[in-house]
């Protein structure tokens, strides 16, 4: 089975500044899709970006970014110009042929 | 839309008693997951449909689990007899899977807790 591990159980920014957050992932698959989730005290889980494997470029939506290294199988969010209201855990999805797995969390703190 | 609909959104029941959380996909979705979250095992993968016919089931604890999709619409996870262990937030989420993947939208939990 496919593995998604991220190594930081808690994490803190400064409100305003960058942050971010680690993943890495275990497959022999070479087609799969990866997403990062947040999910905040109301415990919704929310898509923030996601990432096509076949696609080298790393995606971008607004102040979160994504830095993917494919044959590290390595997949960061770095969330810029932190905001309050991106305090939350956030998870780290794998999305294989036949398989959906997440990391274990990290919970992101904002201080203001 | 009205997004991935879930109910109920607390459950308490008491041991050896049977529980039914119930889920309503995004219309014209044809994958739906079953997840359960707990503080001790994260978010896991219970069971996974593919056009209402199961595909992944590995993730199911035991046999007191069982899920069933009758039609495109709606999606049962029932546990008999429950047991204090299950208490958990359960998640359903949908998706399009077709030539290509989307993202799985996510209902708002049912919080189960067994006494």
């Known amino acids: 089975a496919q593995t998604v591990t991220q190594s930081q159980p808690e994490m803190s920014v400064q409100e305003a500044e960058t942050v971010t957050l680690s993943c890495t992932y275990d497959t022999s698959e070479s087609d799969y899709y990866l997403f990062w989730y947040k999910q905040p005290p109301s415990r919704q889980m929310i898509l923030v970006i996601r990432q096509e494997a076949y696609k080298q470029q790393s995606a971008t939506e607004n102040r979160f970014s994504v830095n993917f290294q494919k044959a590290a199988k390595s997949f960061s969010l770095k969330i810029s110009d932190s905001q309050l209201g991106d305090a939350a855990m956030y998870f780290c999805a794998y999305r294989g042929y036949n398989d959906m797995r997440f990391g274990a969390g990290t919970r992101l703190t904002v201080k203001p | 839309d009205a997004g991935v609909i879930q109910s109920p959104r607390h459950e308490v029941t008491e041991m050896g008693q049977e529980v039914t959380l119930r889920c309503k996909p995004i219309?014209?979705?044809?994958?739906l997951f079953w997840y359960r979250q707990t503080m001790m095992r994260g978010l896991e993968l219970l069971i996974y449909f593919n056009n209402n016919v199961p595909i992944d089931d590995s993730g199911m604890p035991e046999d007191r689990f069982s899920a069933k999709m009758p039609n495109a619409s709606f999606s049962t996870l029932k546990i008999q007899p429950s047991e204090p262990r299950d208490s958990a937030v359960y998640f359903c989420a949908s998706s399009l899977t077709g030539t290509g993947v989307s993202e799985q939208f996510f209902g708002p939990g049912t919080r189960l807790t067994v006494l």
């Open positions: 219309s014209g979705h044809n994958s």
